[in-house]
């Protein structure tokens, strides 16, 4: 994913996709934790460069440019950017770590842009009070850094304060960011319940993008505002013209995996994330498939989820909470082990997609009390998708 540049010099088209990338705060990672490389010159990972690989390209003079300039910041962000837009695009979050550790090299006080890129890198470890300590101070250092704005309404959405959000989505609006001002916006509504307004935001900011990285995000979010409008036929060519844009992108794999599990579809999600495995919210998806399917692979999937969890729990590692709980819900069918990993994963991040979890692991391990804090959500929210509302027992 080529998404934007925290040097200040964003391009106007590309701002839609910086609230996405807060879905990143959901990846877990089977690898061990961040090292600050030795010297600058230092090799992370060799990359195939092959010719159509352009990502790989950029990756390797990007790393010769810091490494002929270790004191440069810009050049360090531009690098610690390129590593998170793979990690989005992979889902690897080994590169996660290799970006945490360009930011990590410089002392403080850090300058603007890697001050904000390390409130990036802190809400995607869910130290969210971090991160919106950084952004915080990016913003009295300069109040009209717009990506500092968007971090803290993406971050204000997955704690479901919707009213914080707005207020951030104003800002950016009052900066004419109007393009980050739509995608914070059209979220924030759908999220607390205006599935047609939010709709109508994002279908507008659509109407004035052209790049294929902003038109992949626009298209996935409006693909999953029509599923919970219950509107299928929709969904299904929002997320069909996202993927012929021909982007890797994890989280738009993952939303149309979803779309097709639900629909039972479960050959096409094998089909499309057959070359996933590394990716553990794809392989989570590709093993639920094969066992519904009744596959061979589906046992080997299993285990190898088993043993990156389990290794996760040994790194003290929280952030895949939400997916070990589907996993352990309807992989390994241990309800009880489920809600309670869904219920330590919602009191961190509450997004409709943790709050599902919570309700269908509740549900199974007949134990409706421990999803009291989503059903609260739903009520005090009103958000409108059928299907949650029915797992919380509310009209």
């Known amino acids: 994913m080529r998404a934007f540049t925290l040097t200040g010099l964003f391009k106007q088209i590309a701002e839609p996709l910086v ?65 998170f837009d793979m990690a989005a695009a992979r889902g690897d979050p080994r590169y996660v770590g290799y970006a945490e550790a360009v930011v990590n090299r410089f002392p403080q006080p850090l300058p603007l842009d890697l001050l904000s890129l390390r409130a990036v890198l802190r809400q995607y470890r869910h130290d969210f009070a971090g991160a919106l300590a950084d952004l915080s101070d990016v913003l009295k250092r300069d109040p009209t850094y717009a990506m500092a704005h968007a971090w803290r309404g993406a971050i204000f959405l997955v704690q479901a304060d919707y009213a914080a959000a707005q207020k951030e989505c104003a800002a950016l609006y009052g900066l004419g960011r109007n393009n980050l ?48 409008r219950g509107l299928p036929v929709q969904a299904q060519a929002h997320y069909t013209a996202a993927l012929a844009l021909g982007r890797d992108d994890v989280y738009l794999l993952a939303a149309w995996s979803d779309f097709l599990i639900d629909a039972r579809r479960y050959q096409e999600v094998v089909e499309l994330l057959v070359a996933w495995e590394s990716s553990d919210s794809l392989l989570l ?8 399917l009744q596959l061979p692979a589906a046992a080997r999937h299993v285990q190898v989820l088993t043993d990156r969890y389990a290794a996760a729990r040994a790194r003290g590692d929280t952030t895949h909470r939400a997916e070990e709980a589907r996993f352990e819900l309807r992989l390994r069918k241990d309800p009880v082990t489920a809600v309670a990993l869904a219920r330590a994963n919602y009191a961190v991040q509450r997004e409709p997609r943790d709050a599902r979890v919570l309700l269908e692991a509740a549900l199974a391990a007949k134990d409706p009390a421990s999803a009291q804090s989503a059903r609260d959500w739903l009520r005090s929210s009103g958000f409108e998708d059928a299907r949650m509302r029915q797992l919380g027992g509310m009209p």
């Open 181 to 228: 001002g739509d995608a914070c916006q059209g979220l924030a509504q759908a999220y607390g319940g205006q599935l047609d307004a939010g709709y109508r935001t994002l279908q507008r900011a659509l109407e004035r993008v052209n790049d294929a990285d902003s038109r992949l995000w626009v298209l996935t979010r409006l693909g999953e505002i029509a599923v919970w």
């Open 285 to 292: 998806r590709l093993a639920e498939a094969e066992a519904a």
């Open 19 to 83: 609230v996405a990338l807060m879905v990143l705060a959901t990846a877990s990672s089977t690898y061990a934790a961040p090292r600050t490389p030795g010297d600058a010159a230092e090799v992370l990972e060799k990359l195939p460069l092959q010719a159509r690989d352009a990502a790989a390209r950029e990756l390797s003079g990007l790393r010769t440019a810091l490494a002929n300039a270790p004191t440069d910041a810009v050049a360090a962000a531009r690098l610690a950017e390129a590593y």
